[in-house]
Structures are given as C-alpha cells and as structure tokens.
C-alpha cells in the first residue's frame, strides 16, 4: 500500500532535508529551502497529517527532531548529519502539559483560530509578542488553517508525548548540531540538557532571548548558524 507525502524537491548538489514540527507544514521551511537551493538538493516534506500528505495513523511521528533522531538511529550510514532544532529527547513535566493542553483543544472542539491564539504564546518569547504583533498575527494566521485534519494533530500530538530516545540517544554516533531557544517552554532547557547530556560531542546553539520559534525570531543568526554547519558536513 503506498502512503501520499506531498514534498518539493529542488536544487542541485549535496541533499539537506528538512523536517518541520507539530504544528505546521513544509512550508515552515520556505527561507531556508531558498536560501539553500543554489548550493544543495534541499528536500522538505509534509509530514503525515500535515499540508497535503495522507492522514497521521495512531502512533505516527512528528516533531522534525524526534524524527531525524530516529533516522539516525535507523539508517545511520544514510546520515552525514542532523540538526535538532528546538527538540527533545522526551518532554519534561512542563512540556507534555503545554502538549497535551494543545490536544485538548483540539479534541474538545475549538476552532483551529481558537487553538492558534490559545497556543501561540508557548511557541515565541514575550519580547517578540509585545514587540512584534504583525509578525504574531502572521502566525497565528497560518496556524488558524481550518483544513488541518483534527485526528492527525491528535494522533502526532500523542506520538511526540510517547517520544524518548533517552534510553539510546548516546549510542547515536551521527555528528549533531543541537539548537535551542532559552526560554522555550515546550522544548525546555532541562530537555536541551538531557540531549546535551547524551550527545556530548554535539556543537551547541542557543538563542537567549527567544523560544520555541527561535528561527523566526532571530531569522539571521539561525540561517547563519545553520549554513555554517551544512558547509563544514559536506565538505
């Protein structure tokens, strides 16, 4: 049985793949899939449940990290390297209840504007919320997507609360770049330092002043960051 993954493929050149998170599509990525494709075969794709792929079945995976993890435990020699971007091991106390209270909005009924505006301050810090209410109600707009398949969300939403690589993660030998917003209350710093923790070769980034959406917040420094480590994998 074949399963529908919508996904865009352009550029030449070594492959970067790009694997968005819970909340959105690959669309996430457009910045970095143009800035990339004059130098990379840059491949991003709708996870299941997500955009225009098939629906999530219970048990699917989401939350791009968790899925390069495991990629990386799976088909290792298929890997040059991964970037685990505002992701986890497993979620701490705080970060399963910011997930499983974003599920229950969902299953409880709220319109996905309902869900977007109830959820968004978990996803940026409050200096870009009071400071960037244009940027704010961008997001919050993308997110407002009434054609987002409620049982998928929940379906993801349960895989990323079951998610723990702990038990493995060190066995991962994939060179790891981790990058982290200081004050993402989903992807916590406790979660950053239990992947830290297990990986202790990995090069290390965190945003200080952002959250959970770090890449839009600090667009620059994070392209910048991300190009780097692409340049020093691939040579």
């Known amino acids: 049985m074949t399963t529908r993954l919508n996904y865009v493929d352009v550029g030449s050149g070594p492959t970067v793949v790009l694997i968005h998170g819970l909340a959105g599509d690959h669309t996430a990525w457009n910045p970095y899939i143009e800035e990339l494709k004059s130098k990379y075969r840059v491949i991003?794709?709708?996870?299941?449940?997500?955009?225009?792929?098939?629906?999530?079945p219970?048990?699917?995976?989401?939350?791009?990290?968790?899925?390069?993890?495991?990629?990386?435990?799976?088909?290792?020699?298929?890997?040059?390297?991964?970037?685990?971007a505002a992701s986890l091991s497993k979620l701490d106390?705080?970060?399963?209840?910011?997930?499983?209270?974003?599920?229950d909005l969902i299953l409880w009924g709220r319109s996905w504007a309902d869900w977007a505006r109830m959820s968004?301050?978990?996803?940026?810090?409050?200096?870009?919320?009071?400071?960037?209410?244009?940027?704010?109600?961008?997001?919050?707009?993308?997110?407002?997507?009434?054609?987002r398949d409620r049982d998928s969300y929940?379906?993801?939403?349960?895989?990323?609360?079951?998610?723990?690589?702990?038990?493995?993660?060190?066995q991962m030998?994939?060179?790891?770049?981790?990058?982290a917003g200081r004050s993402d209350?989903?992807?916590s710093m406790i979660c950053t330092q239990?992947?830290?923790?297990?990986?202790?070769?990995?090069?290390?980034?965190?945003?200080?002043?952002?959250?959970?959406?770090?890449?839009?917040?600090?667009?620059?420094?994070?392209?910048?960051?991300i190009k780097g480590w692409l340049q020093k994998a691939t040579v």
């Not at 106390?93 to 599920?103: H, P, S």
């Open 93 to 103: 106390a705080m970060g399963k209840r910011l997930i499983e209270n974003m599920r």
């Open 44 to 56: 991003a794709f709708d996870n299941l449940g997500a955009g225009r792929s098939a629906p999530a």
């Open 173 to 179: 030998k994939t060179p790891t770049l981790i990058m």
């Open 154 to 170: 929940v379906n993801l939403a349960n895989a990323v609360l079951a998610f723990d690589s702990t038990s493995w993660l060190s």
């Open 194 to 225: 239990w992947m830290i923790d297990r990986l202790p070769h990995a090069e290390v980034s965190i945003f200080d002043d952002c959250s959970h959406f770090f890449l839009m917040e600090e667009p620059k420094r994070s392209m910048d960051i």
């Open 58 to 84: 219970k048990g699917g995976r989401s939350m791009g990290g968790a899925i390069a993890q495991e990629m990386a435990r799976l088909q290792p020699k298929r890997l040059d390297s991964i970037v685990l």
């Open 185 to 187: 209350p989903i992807c």
């Open 120 to 147: 968004s301050p978990s996803f940026i810090s409050p200096k870009f919320f009071i400071e960037q209410p244009e940027q704010l109600a961008k997001v919050e707009r993308l997110l407002s997507d009434e054609s």
